[in-house]
């Protein structure tokens, strides 16, 4: 619409306003058509089963991170079958001799496996996909004209952008690092300015209404905790005096928490440009300190009231390495548009919370922090 404007205004063609709101109504009903018959296409195609069926060779968090996401992407008609190692036994860890000497026999097996169940493609996510037993099951399965695909190892580079270069047939990986955040993080400053003084003067009534509320519960105003800046630097982060994890939490407690109300007053952070609008949420400064190399990285930018991490579900008793895995991919795809659609999903997220039976989680996560599986059928279990 915008070209054809100029144009008009070169031409010295004038069109009429009412011409002009019909083409935008016109346009947006085009738009919205393809979409819903997109839809419906795709809802067809996974009602008669023209899907891909696929099984993921590898375990533990790479796996179980890959299936996640190919089932939060249901266009990509992949179904997923289940997980497969085939070069594993029971209570045997993956260098074990005597697992390793029966992975010919193993490979035959699984092959048969996946012709019973029609599997169509693999992909395989595992730390060592050259050892030589792997390597002769991809031949096999190859030969049978299952399609393989691979995920580059570690899977800390995968927090990069990724790009396939062809070198006269040897296909390459190209990995760039994160953005340089110089004029980001100027662009993030002026929109945190430009929406978080008109969202503080909002939620200045609502803080001073449930500050009292509390207060009058025997709770302080306001809470102030230590938490890890941007570069590691030590700032105090505001929020209202609410335990969210105490057993026996007041009504009002929880309401403040299920609607993150509690999180309000980090507008004055954000204002005072310790924090930004959408980011990695900081996290207390002795678990900063205990960081990784890799998970430091998320600290080049300020810490966020909302990210990408948070959108999908992660919330303080989640592990730093699952949030910063988010994190970095948030900081390789930073754009203002991607800001906005964040706050707006954080809003939906938010909304969403009203409706009864929606309350996050706020127990603590199970010993060493690892996710249940989300695969309810192993490929072992695929003989069943």
């Not at 998320?298 to 008793?317: E, F, H, S």
């Not at 949030?323 to 548009?337: E, G, N, S």
């Amino acid at each position: 619409m915008g070209v054809i404007l100029a144009l008009a205004y070169m031409t010295q063609v004038y069109f009429s306003r009412l011409i002009l709101i019909y083409f935008a109504i016109t346009f947006c009903g085009l738009v919205l058509t393809v979409r819903v018959v997109a839809y419906n296409l795709l809802c067809a195609y996974l009602r008669v089963g023209r899907t891909r069926r696929v099984v993921i060779v590898g375990e533990g968090k790479v796996a179980r991170e890959l299936v996640r996401r190919i089932r939060r992407h249901p266009e990509l008609l992949y179904e997923v079958v289940g997980l497969l190692n085939p070069w594993t036994q029971a209570g045997n860890g993956r260098d074990n001799p005597s697992a390793r000497s029966n992975g010919e026999l193993n490979s035959l097996d699984a092959l048969k496996v996946l012709e019973q169940k029609g599997v169509q493609e693999l992909i395989v996510c595992m730390d060592r996909p050259s050892l030589p037993e792997v390597q002769s099951f991809l031949t096999r399965c190859l030969g049978q004209g299952i399609r393989v695909s691979l995920v580059p190892q570690p899977y800390e580079l995968y927090s990069s952008r990724a790009r396939l270069v062809d070198l006269e047939g040897v296909p390459l990986v190209a990995l760039e690092g994160l953005a340089d955040f110089r004029v980001a993080t100027t662009t993030k400053r002026a929109s945190d300015l430009l929406l978080g003084l008109p969202l503080m003067l909002l939620a200045l009534p609502i803080i001073a209404v449930f500050s009292i509320a509390l207060k009058l519960q025997g709770h302080g105003w306001l809470r102030r905790e230590l938490r890890g800046g941007q570069h590691g630097a030590p700032f105090q982060m505001y929020r209202l005096d609410v335990d969210r994890y105490a057993a026996g939490a007041s009504s009002l407690e929880r309401f403040l928490c299920r609607l993150s109300i509690s999180e309000l007053p980090q507008l004055f952070n954000v204002l005072l440009g310790q924090m930004s609008l959408v980011g990695p949420r900081p996290e207390p400064l002795e678990q900063v300190r205990d960081y990784s190399t890799w998970q430091r990285r998320r600290l080049a930018i300020k810490p966020g009231m909302t990210g990408l991490a948070q959108v999908n579900g992660l919330r303080d008793q989640h592990s730093s390495e699952e949030k910063t895995r988010y994190d970095l991919q948030y900081m390789v795809l930073w754009t203002p548009i991607i800001d906005l659609v964040l706050l707006l999903q954080t809003v939906w997220t938010l909304a969403a919370r009203l409706r009864p039976g929606t309350e996050p989680h706020t127990s603590q996560p199970p010993e060493g922090g690892r996710p249940p599986s989300v695969v309810s059928r192993p490929v072992t279990a695929v003989n069943s």
